[in-house]
């Protein structure tokens, strides 16, 4: 963890339940691990944070968890000669945001984001791992984090996103006066605003990316295109 998050995130942790905590020290069916969850703060400095992306919670499967919101640990490339990648098509919410990238860049047009319009794309300049996406996303200062930290089955998703609330709000108290942009994905993020105080913030609130209108949301064009998140 960098020195700089270790305070802020300690504070943080104290303020989840006593029972909480006992459950994240003691138990490892949850995923990612207790040395993972905190991944999004060992790679981007406090100081460089100039957004921040809240998705909803963990993928739901243990090898494409990290403890990057929105960056698919499984997938090994993003491209294939035919276009995306088996792996990025089977998940639907980065499949979406590749092809509004993609867009964004001026390399697809809205009315066509096919696999055929994507193989015909000259790809020397653009990026082939999701590991290369999460560095774009730091180098642009986008910290990306979870509402919920942790994943154990779907029917927990709201316990979780619930029990890591005191967290969220601890951490952006912290924040306030640095006032990062806050990136609302889906229904879970956007609940943040009913739920804290985040006047100090501006906000972001989108569509989740596993929704086809993320590829043309003028909105969501508007906000990524000048981070070139594709670029080598």
């Known amino acids: 963890m960098i020195r700089e998050w270790q305070e802020i995130l300690q504070r ?46 963990p993928y739901p499967r243990k090898e494409s968890a990290g403890g990057y919101a929105f960056i698919d640990e499984k997938v090994q490339t993003l491209f294939s000669p035919t276009g995306l990648s088996k792996e990025v ?37 653009l990026i082939n791992s999701i590991e290369e996406l999460r560095i ?3 180098k642009n200062g986008v910290l990306l984090l979870n509402t919920a930290l942790i994943f154990t089955d779907k029917k927990s998703s709201t316990k979780h996103v619930k ?17 990062p942009k ?10 943040l605003k009913k739920r804290l ?16 209108t993320f590829i043309s949301n003028e909105k969501v064009l508007k906000l990524f295109s000048p981070m070139n998140l594709l670029e080598k």
């Open 12 to 57: 943080a942790y104290e303020s989840l339940e006593p029972e909480y905590r006992s459950f994240l020290e003691s138990d490892n069916s949850y995923f990612p691990s207790s040395s993972q969850y905190f991944n999004a703060f060992t790679t981007l400095p406090r100081h460089k944070v100039k957004y921040i992306l809240f998705g909803q919670d």
């Open 89 to 125: 098509n089977r998940a639907t919410s980065l499949r979406n945001f590749v092809k509004m990238s993609l867009v964004a860049k001026g390399d697809l047009e809205k009315e066509d984001v096919s696999q055929e319009a994507i193989s015909q794309i000259d790809k020397h300049s």
């Open 136 to 138: 774009n996303f730091e």
């Open 163 to 179: 029990a890591w609330r005191p967290f969220i709000k601890i951490l952006l108290k912290e924040l306030e006066e640095d006032a």
């Open 182 to 191: 806050l990136i609302l994905f889906g229904i879970h993020a956007k609940e």
């Open 197 to 212: 105080s985040l006047d100090k913030f501006e906000t972001i609130e989108v569509e989740h990316p596993y929704n086809h």
